[in-house]
């Protein structure tokens, strides 16, 4: 069990970052919030973005001694995040060929009926919208929007030029726009 | 800057990461280049969206990162929590939490209230006055806070008290909760009567327990209201750790616990982690386990941590010299928590609805209208027949750079109305208006309310059509106009607040049609409620022809306007100009509406077009100060 050895056994890159156990761990919770964000923006759900969260810090607690500090911490917690939904996600389609990929948005509550249906149509239509976008421009979209990653963080990440990065995000967001055109009246800023 | 540099640096200016000369170019080159403008407000569209999707969000479970964490623990506690989160959350929270206090109950409050005990305090009367949302909130929207980090940072405020639910939290720098207000909290100025009977002489400790979560500690004020010189404050402490379940569990990972089951057996071990529904529990010499909180009839621990408190704890020490047994107090504070709105419905009436039956005449429809104040209670405390009053008004938020929000002084209000009293009386206050409601009522924690606050009959609304091709290139957008004035049926200030339009089908059925904001409306002034684009007016506008020489440039365009309704409209064409406007050319009437805004009117008759161009010139170096010979300025 990796978990239980001794601090002292720690591997020596983390302590050439000059990070220390506890300052890990204290990085790795001021990021979860953001994490968790980065995670819904993929999935589109609360309750799972939770349980990625969960699992996707663990792997990066346990895997502690791999962190060299050469990415800064925030984007080596966000890469261990994105390949934790990765892998999930063709776990899960290999599972239950009979059961879809969620695809539903959960909504903030609101207690008008009115604004509750007109916002609900929203929100449907952003899930839809954002589902419709090639995976690639949704993670840069995810990383940026949710996660609150710069677009040089973002392009960290997913290891592609920020220019590429910029541009993803740029067809993403104009492509978005297009698509809840309809909406456009609400979403003046 | 030509147009395809300026699409790569859109992203840039989008995301706040561009500056510099970069910057102040492409703000240039957006000025003028529609196509670019078009784009850059499409991207922000796109992400007021994104921004929308993610409300809601729900608090974090607490992150288990411990040592002794092992894998397979974990990963089952995941997947139970999704299973039995909607059955058995609750009935098991609520379990526990009920357990606790007991427990608690018995060890902590007897030894640290005992000599408390004789002192009685009772609420003789509250009083709430709700502020209405400061327009700092409406600049970035709600959601907009959280995604950028950059602006989060002036909306910080570093909470002495626990965590509301609609913020996040974070451990900041100095590893002081920093509380992150995803939307407005609300901020209410409550005012709290209450007669304290069996203060002891000398030394005495006073404490008010029901006080809500949001309090700013720093705004509380104890006031004798007998005036008594008798009896001085020597101190104030705010306590709110509190002993909820949760925190206790908390203090308790790594330690450990006993476990008493439904069926009557015992588990000892220690705690690895918990959420709402699961503890992990590792039993000494074994491996750990997962024990479902539905099982458990109580947990129990080897001592109490120190410093936890059943409720949100208001201290005082006062020295006593007095020797009256009873004294009323009053203690004044601000809270967040408490938010109020304005809502209102305008219907259409049926028979106005028809089109106007002059071809040359302007359409009027005829509506009603209610306006109603929902106030919503999320403080954590029941406040009972209370005094509410809800303040409409923009206050100012004043953003100190240590992070700290605070409130007071205002801007422009109206002039006081003689409206009739209704369910709520509006006053006029400083520079605000201040709705009471003239009896007491109950706002229950977790509460939304709603009362009536302005009604008006028959009110007269003037169809007008606006076309701004920056906001929609090929549609006007109808607008009703209509005078706050009693003349016209209402003649009350107006808070601002979200309008919905009904009006009646053809079976005259009332159907809701569109919705918009009013900001704030002072009496007399008139009210513009844009609803959604006109079906039969057609609009195009293209720019025919620029020229530059030097620093000064003249940009023509043409405007078609195409009328299939049956009767003539006149539009307003909105033509957004770079300020340093100097000169412009347009056979049509226009005139400077602000900087950089010009109206032209156009009539266009039934069935025909309209066609015009209007050409401007400007120049950055020496430009400005535009004016329209036709005055109206």
């Given at each position: 069990?990796?978990?239980?050895?001794?601090?002292?056994?720690l591997?020596?890159?983390?302590?050439?970052?000059?990070?220390?156990?506890?300052?890990?761990?204290?990085?790795?919770?001021?990021?979860?919030?953001?994490?968790?964000?980065?995670?819904?923006?993929?999935?589109?759900?609360?309750?799972?973005?939770?349980?990625?969260?969960?699992?996707?810090?663990?792997?990066?607690?346990?895997?502690?001694?791999?962190?060299?500090?050469?990415?800064?911490?925030?984007?080596?917690?966000?890469?261990?995040?994105r390949?934790?939904?990765?892998?999930?996600?063709?776990?899960?389609?290999?599972?239950?060929?009979?059961?879809?990929?969620?695809?539903?948005?959960?909504?903030?509550?609101?207690s008008?009926?009115?604004?509750?249906?007109?916002r609900?149509?929203?929100?449907?239509?952003?899930?839809?919208?954002?589902?419709?976008?090639?995976?690639?421009?949704?993670?840069v979209?995810?990383?940026?929007?949710?996660?609150?990653?710069?677009?040089?963080?973002?392009?960290?990440?997913?290891?592609?030029?920020?220019?590429?990065a910029?541009?993803?995000?740029?067809?993403?967001?104009?492509?978005?726009?297009?698509?809840?055109?309809?909406?456009?009246?609400?979403?003046?800023? | 800057?030509?147009?395809?540099?300026?699409?790569?640096?859109?992203?840039?200016?989008?995301?706040?990461?561009?500056?510099?000369?970069?910057?102040?170019?492409?703000?240039?080159?957006?000025?003028?280049?529609?196509?670019?403008?078009?784009?850059?407000?499409?991207?922000?569209?796109?992400?007021?969206?994104?921004?929308?999707?993610?409300?809601?969000?729900?608090?974090?479970?607490?992150?288990?990162?411990?040592?002794?964490?092992?894998?397979?623990?974990?990963?089952?506690?995941?997947?139970?929590?999704?299973?039995?989160?909607?059955?058995?959350?609750?009935?098991?929270?609520?379990?526990?939490?009920?357990?606790?206090?007991?427990?608690?109950?018995?060890?902590?409050?007897?030894?640290?209230?005992?000599?408390?005990?004789?002192?009685?305090?009772?609420?003789?009367?509250?009083?709430?006055?709700?502020?209405?949302?400061?327009?700092?909130?409406?600049?970035?929207?709600?959601?907009?806070?959280?995604?950028?980090?950059?602006?989060?940072?002036?909306?910080?405020?570093?909470?002495?008290?626990?965590?509301?639910?609609?913020?996040?939290?974070?451990?900041?720098?100095?590893?002081?909760?920093?509380?992150?207000?995803?939307?407005?909290?609300?901020?209410?100025?409550?005012?709290?009567?209450?007669?304290?009977?069996?203060?002891?002489?000398?030394?005495a400790?006073?404490?008010?327990?029901?006080?809500?979560?949001?309090?700013?500690?720093?705004?509380?004020?104890?006031?004798?209201?007998?005036?008594?010189?008798?009896?001085?404050?020597?101190?104030?402490?705010?306590q709110?750790?509190?002993?909820?379940?949760?925190?206790?569990?908390?203090?308790?990972?790594?330690?450990?616990?006993?476990?008493?089951?439904?069926?009557?057996?015992?588990?000892?071990?220690?705690?690895?982690?918990?959420?709402?529904?699961?503890?992990?529990?590792?039993?000494?010499?074994?491996?750990?386990?997962?024990?479902?909180?539905?099982?458990?009839?109580?947990?129990?621990?080897?001592?109490?941590?120190?410093?936890?408190?059943t409720?949100?704890?208001?201290v005082?020490?006062?020295?006593?010299?007095?020797?009256?047994?009873?004294?009323?107090?009053?203690?004044?504070?601000?809270?967040?928590?408490?938010?109020?709105?304005?809502?209102y419905?305008?219907?259409?009436?049926?028979?106005?609805?028809?089109?106007?039956?002059?071809?040359?005449?302007?359409?009027?429809?005829?509506?009603?209208?209610?306006?109603?104040?929902?106030?919503?209670?999320?403080?954590?405390?029941?406040?009972?027949?209370?005094?509410?009053?809800?303040?409409?008004?923009?206050?100012?938020?004043?953003?100190?750079?240590?992070?700290?929000?605070?409130?007071?002084?205002?801007?422009?209000?109206?002039?006081?109305?003689?409206?009739?009293?209704?369910?709520?009386?509006?006053?006029?206050?400083?520079?605000?208006?201040?709705?009471?409601?003239?009896?007491?009522?109950?706002?229950?924690?977790?509460?939304?309310?709603?009362?009536?606050?302005?009604?008006?009959?028959?009110l007269?609304?003037?169809?007008?059509?606006?076309?701004?091709?920056?906001?929609?290139?090929t549609?006007?957008?109808?607008?009703s106009?209509?005078?706050?004035?009693?003349?016209?049926?209402?003649?009350?200030?107006?808070?601002?607040?979200?309008?919905?339009?009904?009006?009646?089908?053809?079976?005259?059925?009332?159907?809701?049609?569109?919705?918009?904001?009013?900001?704030?409306?002072?009496?007399?002034?008139?009210?513009?409620?844009?609803?959604?684009?006109?079906?039969?007016?057609?609009?195009?506008?293209?720019?025919?022809?620029?020229?530059?020489?030097?620093?000064?440039?003249?940009?023509?365009?043409?405007?078609?306007?195409r009328?299939?309704?049956?009767?003539?409209?006149?539009?307003?064409?909105?033509?957004?100009?770079?300020?340093?406007?100097?000169?412009?050319e347009?056979?049509?009437?226009?005139?400077?509406?602000?900087?950089?805004?010009?109206?032209?009117?156009?009539?266009?008759?039934?069935?025909?077009?309209?066609?015009?161009?209007?050409?401007?010139?400007f120049?950055?170096?020496?430009?400005?100060?535009?004016?329209?010979?036709?005055?109206?300025?």
């Amino acid at each position: 069990m990796t978990d239980d050895r001794p601090e002292e056994t720690l591997g020596n890159p983390l302590r050439l970052a000059g990070y220390d156990a506890e300052r890990l761990r204290a990085g790795l919770v001021e990021a979860a919030p953001a994490v968790r964000r980065f995670l819904f923006g993929l999935c589109g759900d609360w309750h799972r973005s939770e349980d990625l969260l969960q699992e996707s810090l663990l792997k990066a607690w346990q895997n502690r001694d791999r962190f060299d500090g050469r990415a800064g911490l925030k984007t080596w917690v966000f890469t261990i995040a994105r390949n934790h939904w990765l892998t999930n996600l063709r776990q899960q389609a290999r599972r239950s060929r009979e059961e879809p990929v969620s695809e539903s948005y959960e909504m903030g509550q609101d207690s008008r009926p009115e604004a509750a249906a007109s916002r609900g149509e929203l929100a449907e239509a952003v899930a839809r919208a954002l589902a419709r976008l090639p995976s690639e421009q949704r993670e840069v979209l995810a990383l940026r929007e949710h996660g609150g990653l710069t677009v040089a963080e973002v392009a960290a990440v997913l290891g592609v030029p920020v220019g590429t990065a910029k541009s993803r995000a740029r067809y993403a967001l104009v492509r978005l726009a297009e698509d809840l055109e309809p909406f456009r009246q609400e979403l003046e800023p | 800057m030509n147009c395809e540099r300026a699409g790569e640096l859109l992203i840039d200016l989008l995301y706040g990461e561009l500056d510099g000369p970069s910057r102040a170019d492409l703000l240039k080159h957006l000025a003028t280049c529609r196509c670019c403008a078009d784009e850059y407000a499409s991207l922000r569209r796109a992400r007021s969206a994104l921004g929308r999707l993610a409300a809601g969000e729900p608090p974090m479970r607490p992150l288990a990162l411990g040592e002794g964490t092992p894998r397979a623990a974990r990963v089952a506690v995941a997947s139970r929590f999704r299973r039995w989160r909607l059955v058995a959350g609750v009935a098991a929270a609520a379990l526990i939490l009920g357990v606790l206090v007991a427990l608690l109950h018995h060890h902590v409050i007897p030894t640290a209230i005992a000599r408390d005990m004789p002192v009685e305090i009772k609420r003789t009367g509250v009083s709430l006055t709700i502020l209405s949302r400061p327009p700092e909130w409406d600049r970035f929207g709600d959601d907009d806070l959280l995604a950028n980090q950059g602006l989060v940072q002036h909306f910080v405020r570093q909470l002495p008290g626990p965590v509301q639910p609609t913020v996040q939290t974070a451990m900041g720098a100095a590893g002081n909760p920093v509380t992150y207000f995803s939307r407005w909290p609300g901020l209410a100025l409550v005012r709290d009567q209450r007669i304290i009977r069996h203060i002891r002489p000398g030394e005495a400790e006073v404490r008010f327990t029901d006080v809500p979560a949001g309090i700013w500690a720093d705004s509380v004020r104890l006031r004798c209201l007998d005036g008594g010189q008798d009896l001085a404050v020597l101190e104030q402490n705010y306590q709110f750790d509190l002993a909820s379940a949760e925190a206790v569990l908390a203090k308790h990972v790594d330690q450990t616990v006993g476990i008493r089951f439904k069926d009557g057996q015992e588990a000892r071990g220690t705690l690895l982690s918990f959420d709402p529904n699961t503890l992990v529990i590792r039993p000494a010499g074994e491996g750990p386990r997962t024990i479902a909180r539905q099982q458990i009839a109580a947990v129990t621990f080897e001592k109490l941590p120190q410093g936890l408190l059943t409720t949100p704890t208001l201290v005082w020490q006062l020295a006593n010299s007095g020797q009256a047994d009873e004294r009323q107090f009053e203690v004044d504070y601000l809270t967040t928590g408490l938010s109020w709105r304005a809502d209102y419905v305008v219907k259409l009436r049926p028979a106005a609805n028809a089109e106007a039956s002059d071809a040359k005449s302007a359409i009027v429809d005829h509506a009603d209208l209610v306006g109603y104040a929902t106030v919503v209670n999320k403080s954590g405390v029941t406040y009972e027949d209370a005094q509410l009053k809800l303040m409409a008004g923009d206050v100012n938020l004043l953003i100190r750079p240590s992070g700290y929000l605070l409130v007071w002084n205002g801007i422009e209000g109206g002039k006081d109305s003689n409206g009739e009293p209704e369910q709520m009386e509006e006053k006029s206050f400083f520079e605000y208006h201040l709705y009471t409601l003239t009896r007491p009522t109950t706002i229950a924690n977790n509460e939304t309310k709603q009362l009536e606050m302005v009604s008006g009959q028959g009110l007269a609304l003037r169809r007008a059509y606006v076309y701004d091709p920056g906001e929609n290139p090929t549609a006007a957008r109808v607008v009703s106009e209509m005078e706050n004035t009693e003349a016209n049926g209402l003649g009350k200030p107006l808070p601002k607040g979200v309008v919905r339009l009904y009006a009646p089908d053809p079976e005259g059925v009332q159907t809701y049609v569109a919705q918009t904001e009013i900001d704030h409306t002072p009496v007399k002034e008139k009210l513009r409620l844009p609803w959604g684009h006109a079906f039969d007016i057609a609009c195009q506008w293209r720019e025919v022809n620029t020229r530059h020489a030097g620093d000064d440039h003249q940009i023509t365009a043409e405007c078609s306007l195409r009328n299939h309704k049956a009767h003539d409209v006149t539009v307003t064409v909105i033509v957004h100009v770079p300020p340093s406007t100097y000169a412009a050319e347009c056979a049509l009437p226009w005139h400077v509406r602000e900087v950089g805004v010009v109206e032209v009117t156009a009539v266009v008759p039934a069935g025909r077009e309209t066609k015009f161009t209007f050409s401007h010139r400007f120049n950055n170096l020496s430009g400005g100060g535009l004016r329209s010979p036709y005055g109206k300025e």
